[in-house]
């Protein structure tokens, strides 16, 4: 049997080596926040269908997964600036494949409840309901959780569904009386925004967690019937919180 001396230059060789460190990782909220330095400003705010067919223009399936022309998405609304946002970072991360993106674009009329941007789109919790089917991600209601790059819902009204007025956005900070957010807003369009914190009847934030299971996106129902109702009947925030698996 060997002595240790015998061993004893090969370990001081060892430890004398320069380490070869892998990269760090950069977070999705990293991606988030570099997507949104990344998008235009301002080009105006309109809710209506034609500017949300533009977002059909705006991000497209290639070889490696996506590829994005964000002015081509002017005038703008808050539901597709977000997407777009979160398709960046998905594909910043290279958590997209071409079948992947196939699914992620918008289509031409694409209704609410109807495949992933439709999901996302739909009125009450769509971006949250999304997350949790995807289990990537999760929802929470307490402000102090909240992270710069969570995504973040916004009832101006009491109401969930047909009768809410909301806002989605990108959260970017709080303090006791205001919230700072990133989102397409009126009537300016792309940019950041700061309101009163009591103008926000209810929130909702989402948080990707797991980008990696964006391809679950492939297997999901071609529609979310729960999702598409939103757009004409009322819903309850209990019947919302157990949906969305709600923290």
């Keep these: 049997m060997k002595s240790l001396a015998a061993f004893l230059p090969l370990l001081l060789l060892a430890c004398s080596a320069p380490s070869q460190s892998a990269p760090p990782q950069v977070s999705f909220h990293q991606s988030v926040l570099q997507a949104i ?10 809710g209506s269908d034609a500017t949300k067919n533009k977002l059909t223009r705006a991000s497209r399936p290639h ?21 777009l946002v979160f398709l960046k970072a998905l594909q910043a991360g290279q958590h997209v494949t071409p079948k992947e993106a196939k699914a992620l674009v918008v289509s031409q009329d694409q209704q609410d409840g109807e495949g992933i941007f439709g999901r996302w789109n739909a009125n009450g919790p769509g971006c949250a ?8 991600g999760i929802n929470f209601t307490d402000w102090e959780k909240a992270q710069p790059g969570d995504f973040l819902k916004i009832w101006w009204n009491e109401h969930i569904g047909g009768r809410e007025h909301g806002h989605h956005v990108v959260y970017l900070g709080h303090d006791e009386t205001s919230v700072r957010y990133w989102s397409s807003n009126q009537p300016n369009g792309y940019g950041e925004k700061t309101i ?9 934030f989402t948080r990707v967690t797991i980008p990696q299971k964006v391809t679950r996106v492939t297997s999901l129902p071609a529609h979310d019937p729960w999702l598409a109702r939103m757009l004409r009947e009322d819903f309850s925030w209990p019947e919302v919180r157990q949906r969305c698996e709600v923290e």
Excluded at 129 to 136: P, Q, S
Excluded at 196 to 204: A, Q, T
């Design 37 to 46: 330095r990344e998008m235009p400003v301002g080009g105006g705010y309109s």
């Design 63 to 83: 070889a490696t997964g996506l590829s994005f022309t964000p002015q081509a998405a002017q005038p703008s609304f808050c539901s597709g600036a977000t997407y």
């Design 129 to 136: 309901k999304l997350i949790t089917d995807l289990a990537c």
């Design 196 to 204: 009163p914190r009591s103008k926000c009847r209810r929130i909702l």
